[in-house]
């Protein structure tokens, strides 16, 4: 039975499903399906190839995969394209106007933590991890601390600059920095957000820091999650 849902749920045809002007339900029509919103958040860094796409969202099907790739490529969100020699693999990339709804993502993101459905202890992958700190920064504290921190995560590195009361995150390795952390998604929470004491080599499933302790702490005290509605 769930393979014969799946199936059909592919090779469905997309539909228009609301009769509405307004922008809202037009956007839903776009990336309302379950998976879509979170392939974006995969692609927002980057391109990304499909089997690092589905890497990152646990429970998707290559099917399903597919089938939400094609549609977010129909509409003009997402396109294909293969990297040159030596790579000469396909990626899966966000077009310029579908980046443009990467400030929407950290906003939803933002609002739906409040809830107290939310589970913090959940899968997270880097992608995720790197919006989080985008969406829960505090501006006014990030404006006094110009800092570039470099993320090692398990087989994927990020770069993130704090500027200008925001954070801006590059995917891929930072040539110098003044802080850098190791670990994975579940150790950067106990750290930034858990606010677990800081270990160099990450004690108590923390992240490991290399840099000024200070510094790093100062970084960490940047990000907040928000209080839970009740």
Known sequence: MKL???????????????????????????????WSLLIMRE??????????????????SANVLTQRLESLEEVGILL?????????????????????AAPLMRDLGRWAARSP???????????????SLQALIDPK????????????????DFGATVTGGG??????????SDLAFTGDTMAMRRTIYGKAPLARDGAGGTLAFAGEAALAQSFVDLFALPARDA
């Not at 459905?117 to 919006?131: E, G, K, P, T, V």
Request: charged letters at 30%; aromatic letters at 10%; glycine letters at 8%.
């Open 117 to 131: 459905r939310h589970d913090r202890s959940l899968f997270m992958s880097a992608a995720s991890a790197m919006m």
């Open 141 to 156: 504290r990030a404006a006094e601390l110009p800092v570039s921190v470099a993320f090692h995560f398990p087989g994927e």
């Open 167 to 176: 954070i801006l995150v590059r995917r891929g390795a930072m040539e110098a």
């Open 80 to 100: 294909r394209y293969r990297l040159p020699s030596p790579a000469n693999v396909q990626v899966y990339d966000l077009t310029d106007w579908g980046r443009e």
């Open 4 to 34: 014969e849902k799946i199936t059909a749920e592919v090779s469905a045809p997309r539909e228009r499903r609301y009769d509405d002007a307004c922008g809202t339900a037009l956007a839903l029509e776009f990336i309302g399906e379950r």
């Open 43 to 60: 692609l927002v860094f980057g391109a990304r190839r499909f089997g690092e796409i589905r890497a990152n969202l646990p429970g998707i």
